[in-house]
């Protein structure tokens, strides 16, 4: 994670005449950075239909993972921005069942980066005797860079094929159908904002 912060005061202008300072001087300049690299995604087969264990048979379907296809990147490149892992980095096909050796290890990819940039403009001003006051000016997420969340990391098969017309009789799986769904971004942080106040402050 990276934060960074920097202010900048604007010259007064009081040698330039008081409306060219009371309009350009005394301003600040403050901006805000802030990165942080993607938290580790693992990606989980889901509710295999047909088996009510799983297909690695250990009773538990919830943290049984799909199979990891070598040679695949685990993120998507290309196409709908949302899309974040690669749908042919992961599959079932060639799963034996009953086994849990060859499993997609946990972390396996990196989920979604963030990055935001804000900047404020702001100036003290004089209201009356004992009023102060403070112009705002500020901007959220300047580039309006879509920073995803919620990466759908579960299988969830419509179908699944296996090597015999039984599943007491199969020994792998053969075939696989999965929704379009898997390994896109569900939700985004907030767009850019612009955002104008005015505080005052009593003596």
């Given at each position: 994670?990276?934060?960074?912060?920097?202010?900048?005061?604007?010259?007064?202008?009081?040698?330039?005449?008081?409306?060219?300072?009371?309009?350009?001087?005394?301003?600040?300049?403050?901006?805000?950075?802030?990165?942080?690299?993607?938290?580790?995604?693992?990606i989980?087969?889901?509710?295999?239909?047909?088996?009510?264990?799983?297909?690695?048979?250990?009773?538990?379907?919830?943290?049984?993972?799909?199979?990891?296809?070598?040679?695949?990147?685990?993120?998507?490149?290309?196409?709908?921005?949302?899309?974040?892992?690669?749908?042919?980095?992961?599959?079932?096909?060639?799963?034996?069942?009953?086994?849990?050796?060859?499993?997609?290890?946990?972390?396996?990819?990196?989920?979604?980066?963030?990055?935001?940039?804000?900047?404020?403009?702001?100036?003290?001003v004089?209201?009356?005797?004992?009023?102060?006051?403070?112009?705002?000016?500020?901007?959220?997420?300047?580039?309006?860079?879509?920073?995803?969340?919620?990466?759908?990391?579960?299988?969830?098969?419509?179908?699944?094929?296996?090597?015999?017309?039984?599943?007491?009789?199969?020994?792998?799986?053969?075939?696989?159908?999965?929704?379009?769904?898997?390994?896109?971004?569900?939700?985004?942080?907030?767009p850019?904002?612009?955002?104008?106040?005015i505080?005052?402050?009593?003596?």
């Open positions: 994670m990276l934060n960074s912060s920097l202010v900048w005061h604007a010259p007064d202008f009081d040698n330039k005449g008081r409306m060219l300072s009371a309009l350009l001087g005394g301003w600040s300049l403050g901006g805000v950075l802030s990165y942080a690299t993607g938290v580790p995604l693992t989980y087969t889901g509710t295999i239909p047909g088996i009510d264990g799983g297909l690695a048979g250990t009773g538990y379907a919830a943290n049984q993972r799909p199979i990891r296809v070598a040679g695949q990147s685990c993120h998507a490149h290309g196409g709908r921005k949302e899309q974040w892992l690669n749908p042919r980095a992961y599959t079932l096909v060639g799963y034996q069942l009953g086994s849990t050796n060859q499993m997609a290890s946990r972390g396996d990819c990196e989920g979604p980066d963030f990055f935001q940039v804000d900047l404020m403009f702001y100036k003290n004089r209201f009356a005797n004992r009023i102060n006051g403070q112009l705002r000016f500020e901007v959220f997420n300047v580039t309006n860079r879509d920073n995803f969340i919620f990466v759908d990391t579960t299988m969830d098969p419509i179908s699944v094929t296996f090597d015999a017309n039984t599943v007491d009789q199969a020994t792998r799986v053969v075939g696989e159908e999965i929704p379009l769904n898997f390994g896109q971004a569900t939700a985004t942080r907030d850019r904002q612009v955002q104008v106040g505080k005052l402050f009593f003596d």
